[in-house]
């Protein structure tokens, strides 16, 4: 199993532009989330999955869109990129999210904004 | 709401000396507590984890966590440090049907 990876590791935007930044996992998890690093603020969760089709938003949703189509992948949008939004990008998968279960995360993208 | 603290943001010990990461935390009913540890330019990987039982954990590479209800506490300890353990460490809670809070993160720095 190659677990949860993501794309692209690293990347540069202006302001005002926009991308996804790809996340999937073959483990056939149900559970999937976006968080955003930050020094000294450690993760935060952006948004949320609790299985195909179903999304929530999390602490910070603001600016960020997100959709699940299938079990596997589960793309991050940012729809007009902001320099507050320079940050490392996380995805997490795990069996039962909302219980008690570990999360796996991927090995993160590096995002810039100028 | 609920929160985790992690009070120090660096802690510093020789190799083959114990090591302790604090952790604190806030959350209504009953608290389902993580470490996780992150290297240097890697995503996050989970050590341990306290749902009920026990409240000494133990998890991966020798680290063990004690799970204290009176103080609110689950410190991460590993009784005789390596070199390699250097690196971000990361306390989360959730209570219930919420999502996980993570804490700020502490580095660890364990000299030769």
């Known amino acids: 199993n190659a677990g949860v990876t993501q794309t692209p590791k690293f990347q540069v935007l202006k302001t005002g532009q926009s991308m996804t930044l790809q996340c999937a996992q073959d483990m056939n998890h149900e559970y999937m989330s976006w968080y955003r690093q930050d020094p000294g603020m450690g993760l935060r969760l952006i948004h949320y999955?609790?299985?195909?089709?179903?999304?929530d938003q999390g602490e910070v949703p603001n600016g960020y869109n997100v959709s699940r189509s299938t079990t596997e992948d589960f793309p991050l949008r940012l729809l007009s990129a902001a320099p507050s939004q320079t940050s490392v990008y996380f995805c997490?998968?795990?069996?039962?999210?909302?219980?008690?279960?570990?999360?796996?995360f991927g090995p993160g993208t590096r995002l810039t904004v100028l | 709401a609920q929160s985790v603290a992690q009070p120090e943001d660096q802690v510093n010990v020789a190799e083959g000396n114990p090591l302790t990461v604090k952790c604190t935390y806030s959350?209504?009913?009953?608290?389902?507590l993580f470490w996780y540890v992150q290297y240097p330019n890697r995503g996050l990987q989970f050590l341990l984890k306290y749902i009920t039982g026990d409240n000494l954990v133990k998890g991966s590479y020798g680290f063990e966590a004690e799970f204290n209800k009176s103080q609110t506490s689950f410190h991460l300890k590993k009784p005789s440090a390596l070199v390699s353990d250097s690196a971000l460490y990361f306390c989360?809670?959730?209570?219930?049907?919420?999502?996980?809070?993570f804490g700020k993160g502490t580095m660890l720095l364990v000299s030769p």
């Open positions: 959350v209504s009913g009953n608290p389902y």
């Open positions: 989360a809670v959730k209570g219930g049907y919420s999502t996980l809070t």
């Open positions: 997490a998968s795990s069996p039962e999210g909302f219980l008690t279960d570990t999360q796996y």
């Open positions: 999955s609790v299985g195909a089709g179903i999304t």
